[in-house]
């Protein structure tokens, strides 16, 4: 059986868990548009029940579940944040009143997470987290006929959620053609890892950020020396490419021998062509000349591990003092009592749009928006602040929409109405065709209605490498989005707005609206108006805005 110290335990030990790689996760997400947050959303989402339950002595199962799924609902950031969330909150509906767990009570709590969260997307794709859950809960249910041990079951579907995440390439080409696994996938996975730590070993995973760059193809076998990197014996990091000597034809299975006998976290790969080496060593120098039997020197490396380590050491705990710092406990969120009819809040970054939904009608602006998904609990202390009987929520990203729906059953004394827009200009769009005379269906009706009328472009940069149809992205290229898809690329925002404008602008078109982002000066947004008047002014009429918006460079919308 479990209790609750165990089962508060592992929740912790699978916040610390996600924490420490959410870079990775992140770098997971294969499209470029900056957006690569889930392993940041789901570390974010868990550590707020691990912060709750570090603050509390529940206890029994029951009230541990409680507190988790309570916290993780208010504190969940994008949809892989709230999937996470309904996850265990679906264990808490199963664990309810209960102060110990068996192993067939863990797998049914389970069951009942895997169903929420299937029930709360509208068309569940596999290949997602969605799929890791569910195989994980299959195994550990069929496993019940034979087994009944709580730490053993976990296992189980540890080991099941490891086999689907391997298996998401399969089920979603895009992956696949990446080249790599679903990051809400991994990320669910590393958190019940974390609590398998706990139920099987009664160890804590300890939190500690690992530093982490970017691994490209030329370099991909750091990655298998990555894993037997977990103590630091030698100083230097050697890693070295040979090319080899065709008249030379000496067993490459002897420089393995040797390296093995100067160093460890040996990695070497061998063909016609080529050896590429890595090793931890103290004699870097031996190790290379070893190499050079074999032919020239063609790429070296050499890092001193144990410096590394400590300066990674000293920025992670900067880090984590600075996180620790903007994370303290914020003050009681102001109430504000419901006595108008109608209210607004929107979701949005930077000062010219926060301005502006202001003017359009909105009490409350999140500050928000693409790679800076704000949590239930921010978007509900938006509503609680806004003096309405019913309040509009625009969450104007398709990444907030999910965290912005578990708001409605959080704000008891007042009505909370999602509209589901998903840019910028939808959420603009909607609140101007809002009629005060009409019930809220009719509103709802209209508001989206308007919403779809708008397409939206978007200029912003690459976060990173990816490939797209024909077309090859790098990092910190210029791309240009026609209502998310991916249709430019460019050396200059400007470039690339007038292509995207250019797609985008038809004779059916009547008004074009155009927010400058953060990253341009007034003077490069006067170059692109007068670029897009020269071009387009007898076509529609043009609306210029400031947004200082994050991200974006450029958001137009047409309609």
Known sequence: MINGETLRQAIISGANNISSIKARINDLNIFPVPDGDTGTNMSMTITAAADALSNAEPADVSEVSRITASAMLRGARGNSGVITSLLFRGISKGLEGKKEASGEDLIYALGLGVEAAYNAVTKPTEGTILTVARMAYEAGNEALENEDDPAALWEIVCEAAAEALELT????????KAGVVDAGGKGILTIFEGMLS?????????YEEEPYEDVNDDDWFRSAAAEFDQVINFTYCTEFIVGRDPEITLDTNDLRLYLETIGDSIVMVADDEIIKVHVHTEQPGNAMQHGLEYGQLLTVKVENMKEQHKKAKEDNEKAKAK???????????????????????????????????????????VSGGQSMNPSTDDILAAVLATPAKKVFVLPNNKNIIMAARQTVELAEDREVIIVPTRTIPQGMSALLVFDPDSDVETNVENMMQAAKNVATGQVTFAARDSEFGSKKIKEGDIIGLDNGKLTVTERTAN???YKLAKSMINKEMSFVTLISGEGISDEEAAKAVEMLENKFADQVDITYIKGDQPVYYYIFSVE
């Open 323 to 365: 996180a620790e710092k903007e994370t303290e406990k914020p003050a009681e969120p102001v109430i504000a009592e419901p006595v108008e009819e109608y209210g607004f809040v929107a979701v949005a970054a930077g000062e010219g749009l926060t301005n502006l939904f202001n003017e359009l009608g909105c009490a409350n602006v």
């Open 169 to 176: 390439p399969t089920l979603l080409p895009v992956l696949k």
């Open 495 to 497: 470039k690339a707005l």
């Open 198 to 206: 706990v139920i099987r070993d009664g160890v804590v995973v300890e």
